[in-house]
């Protein structure tokens, strides 16, 4: 007797696809490509680089006007080999399709800068290694945060813009030796601009270790002169809660604890706007307002922490290869005005 104890609607397999023919990489093709790619495609590799993934929402979100729009460039830039993609396994429906850089896409880039493809530390294995990292959701999640902030400043009437979005690796490369945020940004809205680093928690790392890491920021913030807020998502508002306990302990246990403005919000399903009115600071002596703040107001609240006229310096020694690509502008060049450009 055959038997098969599992349910039809649990048989959630992908429907084949149609294999998709893709150009080889030789030095013909990237002749090719000089002719095709366009000034948003070029940024979308630099975005690509420098986020290491972003699925296709967060591609629409950050630079094309629909969906169809958004899938008619994509095919072509995966043909092209500009661009690779996956599609993880999710327990129920479909997961959306994650998009990484691809070997054309990286030489392309490499030789607009005037670098050697190979000094830019660009594997093929390495950018679609992403797939099976146990980091990939939480690399997704900080990278929707501020794509979320790129489609605000977009808007057609939009007073906030996203100014600056340095990535973990980034962040990591400048201010290892110190401290290790998820994301630096800056948003300016209302003739109002604030600096930040970004601790994106999904409930997995444990508070005290969260919490530790104010300590760290106490110590860039005194190496620099720069007193820059760190905002912390988390995912739930039972997790806010008890995050907010020990942030709260930890701060008053810092020497100096006005050099780390510290701001909570939770990422309840439907509330995905960062720059509203969402943000809990933890109040100290020298920051009391009671209620959630929108982003922009963090910056009247802690005039002390007003971003100079650039990024933060680096605290840490620079390896000539490790930047040797800037981090690109966080709001994508304008659209082609050809009806054929896509």
């Known amino acids: 007797m055959i038997s098969n104890p599992t349910p039809q609607r649990a048989l959630r397999g992908h429907m084949p696809q149609r294999p998709t023919p893709r150009a080889a990489t030789t030095g013909e093709h990237h002749a090719q490509l000089a ?75 490499a030789y607009e800068d005037g670098l050697d493809p190979k000094k830019i530390g660009y594997r093929h294995e390495d950018a679609l290694g992403i797939a099976y990292s146990l980091r990939l959701a939480h690399t997704v999640g900080i990278n929707g945060f501020f794509t979320s902030l ?15 979005w340095w990535s973990e690796l980034r962040c990591l490369r400048l201010f290892g030796d110190m401290v290790r945020p998820d994301a630096y940004g800056r948003w300016r809205e209302d003739g109002r601009e604030i600096e930040f680093f970004l601790e994106f928690d999904f409930g997995t790392e444990a508070l005290g270790i969260l919490s530790s890491k104010l300590h760290d920021y106490e110590k860039l913030a005194t190496a620099t002169g720069i007193s820059t807020p760190v905002l912390v998502w988390l995912p739930t508002n039972s997790r806010e809660t008890s995050a907010r306990s020990a942030l ?56 002390q922490a007003a971003p100079p006229a650039a990024p933060p310096s680096p605290a840490v020694s620079i390896r000539e290869v490790s930047l040797a690509l800037s981090a690109p502008d966080p709001l994508p060049p304008p659209q082609p005005t050809s009806n054929f450009g896509r």
């Open 35 to 109: 002719r095709r790619l366009t000034p948003r495609d070029r940024w979308l590799t630099r975005m690509l680089y420098e986020h290491k993934v972003l699925t296709s929402k967060q591609i629409i979100e950050l630079c094309y006007p629909s969906k169809r729009a958004a899938n008619h460039r994509l095919r072509d830039l995966f043909t092209w080999r500009v661009v690779d993609r996956f599609q993880p396994f999710v327990n129920k429906g479909t997961a959306p399709m994650h998009y990484v850089l691809d070997i054309a896409g990286a030489v392309a880039l």
């Open 150 to 164: 790129v489609a605000l400043s977009q808007q057609p009437c939009a007073t906030g813009h996203l100014t600056a």
């Open 248 to 303: 709260t302990t930890t701060l008053a246990q810092l020497d100096r604890p006005e050099l780390v403005p510290v701001a909570t919000t939770a990422g309840v399903a439907g509330e995905r706007n960062p720059a509203a009115a969402r943000w809990l600071p933890i109040s100290t002596a020298a920051s009391r307002r009671p209620g959630r703040l929108r982003l922009a107001e963090l910056a009247q609240l802690w005039p």
